[in-house]
T-cell receptor, first 116, second 111 residues
Framework: DARVTQTPRHKVTEMGQEVTMRCQPILGHNTVFWYRQTMMQGLELLAYFRNRAPLDDSGMPKDRFSAEMPDATLATLKIQPSEPRDSAVYFC??????????????FGPGTRLTVT | QKEVEQNSGPLSVPEGAIASLNCTYSDRVSQSFFWYRQYSGKSPELIMSIYSNGDKEDGRFTAQLNKASQYVSLLIRDSQPSDSATYLCAAPDTGRRALTFGSGTRLQVQP
């Protein structure tokens, strides 16, 4: 049963601490997306990678967020230092490219982050 | 203006009825559209993709695409209480090739 996995599922941390979230995409998918979901903003794209190369990170606050894909089976999203406004659910999705150029995306279970 | 617009609802329908969810998009170039279902506290789940004008049926779900009017809809026949969820419409952001999501429509199916 192919699925995207994410760790940790829940994270509570204090303001100023570093947070690292991990994602394992579906085997064979070459594109990985990071989203953040809040009640106020809905689902927002933070960054995405294709073949491990960053294609777009314009949705991500550059001063504190960083995203990497060290190998085809691992993507990471790091926040340093964390702030209370970063509290949200962070989803990773992996995708298959369509002939139209768009991606069918499959979401992981998410990491619920609370920064106090 | 958001690129993908949805009525936030809630849309309440009785069990067994047809639920109709609508979505409009602003990018005329978009070729692919997706419907995701998200249960409370869970992640979005892809339930339908549609790429050409007309209807696409999958079980109790029918997606309808009208490119001239720039809207896409999702019909759920014989609605069940288990269909109660938020339904997200998504279309590609032409420049980024990633998906832009609507804010979602909350559906409530009353037993």
């Amino acid at each position: 049963d192919a699925r995207v996995t994410q760790t940790p599922r829940h994270k509570v941390t204090e303001m100023g601490q570093e947070v690292t979230m991990r994602c394992q995409p579906i085997l064979g998918h070459n594109t990985v997306f990071w989203y953040r979901q809040t009640m106020m903003q809905g689902l927002e794209l933070l960054a995405y990678f294709r073949n491990r190369a960053p294609l777009d990170d314009s949705g991500m606050p550059k001063d504190r967020f960083s995203a990497e894909m060290p190998d085809a089976t691992l993507a990471t999203l790091k926040i340093q230092p964390s702030e209370p406004r970063d509290s949200a659910v962070y989803f990773c999705a992996s995708g298959l490219v369509l002939t139209s150029g768009a991606y069918e995306q499959y979401f992981g279970p998410g990491t619920r982050l609370t920064v106090t | 203006q958001k690129e993908v617009e949805q009525n936030s609802g809630p849309l309440s329908v009785p069990e067994g009825a047809i639920a109709s969810l609508n979505c409009t998009y602003s990018d005329r170039v978009s070729q692919s559209f997706f419907w995701y279902r998200q249960y409370s506290g869970k992640s979005p789940e892809l339930i339908m993709s549609i790429y050409s004008n007309g209807d696409k049926e999958d079980g109790r779900f029918t997606a309808q695409l009208n490119k001239a009017s720039q809207y896409v809809s999702l019909l759920i026949r014989d609605s069940q209480p288990s269909d109660s969820a938020t339904y997200l419409c998504a279309a590609p952001d032409t420049g980024r090739r990633a998906l832009t999501f609507g804010s979602g429509t909350r559906l409530q199916v009353q037993p």
